[in-house]
């Protein structure tokens, strides 16, 4: 009898979980469930959870399970992050489909969206460089904002984005535009998460990032600043009297970024910090 015909789905997980670990993936057991719950998706339209697992688990794997489960192992060892794999991942407790056209929502940005909600009721909302839409439906779902546009360079980006707005049920308003270039109207918030890192930086980040992230949705030039400087050298045109604006930082930008929110204009600029205790979110006023 070949192994694969007396597989069973507690085999097929340990197995996935092994050449997983052999192959140094972070996180190897959480990995391998959650490549072994889009495999029974995707090939036996079934959804299984912990409690089926362990009532099943001496059970045999259908053919198509277990071809579908190590084209995902194979994938995820040579780098393909785990979202990719299996299109989804979770913010702000809401789930967000995501491909190789958008940046991976981070939970880090999360302190972005706590930040900016508590001043977004009945406001007019602008989220430039949206990516997957996640700040955007974020805000428009959970702030009760007055209006959400979101922004960005990438038609890629917004294809995504808009999935996600379908999915979530949100009403946002899509502008592809490079920056300001086709952005006509004042807010009362904007939020950004650019394009922040230096660009000798990226070879060295993890390869789940630097060989899989579109580099478009990091790159932010010699200084990493590039960004910040081109959106807020223009955004006093689009800021309503008393607007605000929070943009999200890497970890060592908080007095640089913080100096051009000055520079533009802004008053009471104020840097907050991440849960892991890293600058993450400038914030500033605009009077
Ligand atoms: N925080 C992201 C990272 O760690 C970068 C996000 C960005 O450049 N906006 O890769």
């Not at 029974?40 to 071809?67: G, L, M, N, Q, R």
């Not at 994938?75 to 979770?90: A, F, N, S």
């Not at 969206?113 to 428009?140: H, N, P």
């Not at 230096?198 to 010699?222: S, W, Y």
Request: proline content about 3%.
């Amino acid at each position: 009898m070949k192994l694969s015909e007396i597989t069973t789905v507690k085999q097929l997980l340990d197995d996935a979980c092994r050449e997983l670990k052999d192959n140094n993936v972070p996180e190897a057991e959480l990995n391998a469930w959650y490549l072994l719950v889009k495999a029974y998706e995707d090939a036996a339209d079934k959804d299984i959870d912990k409690a089926w697992f362990y009532t099943h688990s001496d059970e045999k794997v259908p053919e198509e399970v277990s071809a579908h489960l190590k084209s995902f192992v194979a994938h995820r060892t040579k780098g393909t992050p785990l979202e990719y794999i299996t299109h989804e991942t979770e913010f702000m407790g809401l789930s967000f489909y995501v491909d190789f056209r958008v940046l991976i929502p981070r939970q880090d940005t999360e302190c972005l969206v706590e930040e900016a909600m508590k001043q977004c009721k009945g406001k007019t909302v602008l989220d430039m460089c949206t990516g997957s839409g996640c700040i955007a439906i974020s805000l428009e779902k959970l702030a009760e904002c007055a209006s959400v546009t979101a922004s960005d360079i990438s038609s890629e980006a917004l294809a995504v984005a808009k999935i996600n707005a379908k999915n979530n049920n949100s009403n946002i308003e899509f502008i592809q535009s490079d920056l300001w270039k086709n952005i006509t109207k004042k807010y009362d918030i904007i939020t950004c998460n650019p394009p922040y890192i230096k660009r000798d930086v990226i070879p060295t980040l993890m390869r789940e990032v630097k060989d899989f992230e579109p580099v478009l949705a990091l790159d932010g030039g010699g200084s990493g600043l590039d960004k910040y400087e081109l959106i807020l050298s223009e955004i006093k045109e689009h800021l309503n009297a008393g607007a605000m604006a929070f943009f999200e930082i890497g970890y060592d930008q908080g007095a640089t970024v913080g100096d051009l929110f000055k520079k533009a204009g802004f008053t009471d600029v104020k840097v907050t910090k991440d849960l892991a205790g890293n600058d993450r979110v400038v914030s500033g006023t605009f009077l």
